[in-house]
């Protein structure tokens, strides 16, 4: 998206306006059903209300196929080089487990007409990582406030609306520890109406509130605040088991996939407590270098986990630089965004 040349907008508030194109690079073009959203990000040449389906068949006919497809083709390599480096970040190791692996392993696992939800927090950037969602699949997630909390009661809410469908929320330990844990009672109560028993919650137990200390690491140059950033250990598969759930604590890589089918198989909701490493660092793909070096500072500073961290960091992205890959085009240091 940096990179194009013109840009549709389809009914999304996207609010990431550092990884839009530069003002003057890009045709633009925003369609969305609420007014209100229109123009926020980008100056767009045309601002379209209407629903999106009905717009876009509208404006079909007036493009023109164009002849010699080389953006594509660079997109689907791009793609292509993505995967690729998704699978070997997954198998970077980890103490005790790399949540990316955690995630990276369900892919191939995900039943057709499974509904996703993922929590604000780590869990968004590797649900939005390593998960291909296909066909009849759904997910959801806090996509405008980003609040934490939602995970489970969105799982909820999709075994009320389908409940012949399996749901299968991420979350985070924090966002358990706010209010997902309380919502297992409610699906203790509830889970005997649904016709597929399969409500599935992944805690991602990295005993942090990893997305801020990273956050924290990337804006500010903040070393990790353990007063505020870590949080207790809990045992949340052994909670689910005393409310008559399903639960499994699961400590070592070698038991990932094992768990998840053991979870896709249960006769009721199962709630699946990973051990993950916080030194895994959920920084966007494309960090700045002032973020970069914002982390190096925090580091400098006594970040307690400052071996791991620098470690792991390292391990995670040099993935993406490994030899018999297609390297970055723009040298790391002059492209902007590198
Ligand atoms: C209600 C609410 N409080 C605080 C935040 C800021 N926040 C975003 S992610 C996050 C940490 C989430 O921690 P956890 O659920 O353990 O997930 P992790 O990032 O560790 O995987 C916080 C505090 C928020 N988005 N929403
Ligand atoms: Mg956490």
Known sequence: MTDCDTLLVVGSNFPYAQFLPEFDQARAVQIDIDPSMLGLRYPFEVNLAGDAQATLAALLPRLKRKKHGAWRKKIEKDTARWWDVMER????????????????????????????????????????????????????????????????????????????????????????????????????????????????????????????????????????????????????????????????????????????????????????????????PPIPPHATREQAEAVASALVKGDSDRGDVVKQGIKAKVQEFLPGHRHQEKDPGSGQDR
Not at 117 to 143: E, F, P, Q
Not at 155 to 170: E, M, N, Q, S, V
Not at 249 to 274: G, M, T, Y
């Open 89 to 280: 970040r997954a198998a970077v190791e980890a103490d005790p487990i790399n949540p990316e692996y955690v995630v990276h392993s369900l892919d191939a696992l995900l039943p057709d007409d499974v509904i996703l939800t993922a929590d604000s927090g780590s869990a968004a950037n590797w649900y939005a990582r390593h998960l291909r969602i296909r066909g009849g699949m759904r997910g959801s997630l806090s996509g405008t406030l980003a609040t934490m909390g939602p995970g489970v009661p969105y799982a909820i809410g999709a075994k009320f609306a389908h409940p012949d469908r399996p749901a299968l929320a991420i979350v985070g330990d924090g966002a358990m520890q706010m209010n997902g844990m309380a919502e297992l009672v409610t699906a203790a109560k509830y889970r005997h109406e649904w016709q597929d028993p399969r409500l599935i919650v992944a805690v991602l137990n990295n005993r942090d509130l990893n997305q801020v200390t990273w956050e924290m690491r990337a804006m500010s140059g903040a070393p990790q605040f353990l007063p505020s950033q870590a949080i207790p250990d809990v045992p949340y598969a052994d909670f689910a088991r005393s409310i008559g759930l399903g639960g499994v604590r699961v400590e070592k890589p070698e038991q990932v996939e094992a768990a998840w089918r053991q979870a896709l198989a249960a006769d009721r909701p199962f709630v699946i407590d990973f051990r993950t490493d916080p030194a895994v």
